[in-house]
Structures are given as structure tokens and as C-alpha cells.
């Protein structure tokens, strides 16, 4: 199984970029997919997840210093999740990392990475203010 991770680049701030993910080797319609990212001397943080919600189709959820500038979508058909990013803020730098859960995940259990399997080997976004 691989993730490749793209659509990092350098932005001014309140600029926008969209990142993709391609799962190859796994069919992930089930799995959740996680978005993270790492700044420089901190700790892999969670942005964004979406996954099936086990009853009705796919459900979302977002760290709030993103929430309402990010938009975190799937196409299964492609493979490919995706993270749209708008009015990014200097605080949004870092490497973005999508990541594969390989089992559906709930509640709170989305946001840590030690439950995701698979990730992909990053992306940088540098936001200029």
C-alpha cells in the first residue's frame, strides 16, 4: 500500500492550495483518511479526517484552527482524498501528511495517528505572511 501526497506549495497568506492523496494497493472507500501536519520542533498534529460514518456514507471532521478554511473530500472512484485549503495563515505551515486508517474509525479515535496504518511521505506548505 502507498499514499502519494501532492499539491504543497508556497503561498501568501490568505492564499489557497489544494492537496491530493492517491492510495495505490488498497481499496479505502471504508477506511478513514486522515490529513496531519508537522511544523518544525513540534508534534504531528491532526487537520482533518473523513470516513464512513457506518450508516449513511462519509462524515467529516476538522481540528478547530481549521475548521471553516479547509475542506477535506474523497473520490473513490480515484483513490484520491483531497484537502482543500483556503485563507491560510502562516500558522499552516508545515508538512502536510495524509494518512489511512484501514478500518473505519469513530469519534475521537480520528484524530490520533498511532490509529492510522499507512501514510504518505508529505507535502510542504509554506505560507508567507
Known amino acids: 500500500v502507498q499514499l502519494q501526497a501532492s499539491g504543497g506549495g508556497s503561498v501568501q497568506g490568505g492564499g489557497s492550495l489544494r492537496l491530493s492523496c492517491v492510495v495505490f494497493?488498497?481499496?479505502?472507500?471504508?477506511?478513514?483518511m486522515g490529513w496531519f501536519r508537522q511544523a518544525p520542533d513540534k508534534e504531528r498534529e491532526f487537520v482533518a479526517v473523513i470516513g464512513w460514518d457506518g450508516r449513511n456514507g462519509d462524515t467529516t471532521y476538522y481540528a478547530a484552527s481549521v475548521k471553516g478554511r479547509f475542506t477535506i473530500s474523497r473520490d473513490n472512484a480515484k483513490k484520491t482524498v483531497y484537502l482543500q485549503m483556503h485563507s491560510l495563515k502562516p500558522e499552516d505551515m508545515g508538512v502536510y501528511y495524509c494518512a489511512s486508517s484501514s478500518r473505519p474509525l469513530y469519534g475521537i479515535d480520528r484524530v490520533s495517528p498511532s490509529n492510522y496504518v499507512y501514510w504518505g511521505q508529505g507535502t510542504q506548505v509554506t505560507v508567507s505572511s
Open positions: 494497493g488498497r481499496t479505502f472507500s471504508s477506511d478513514a
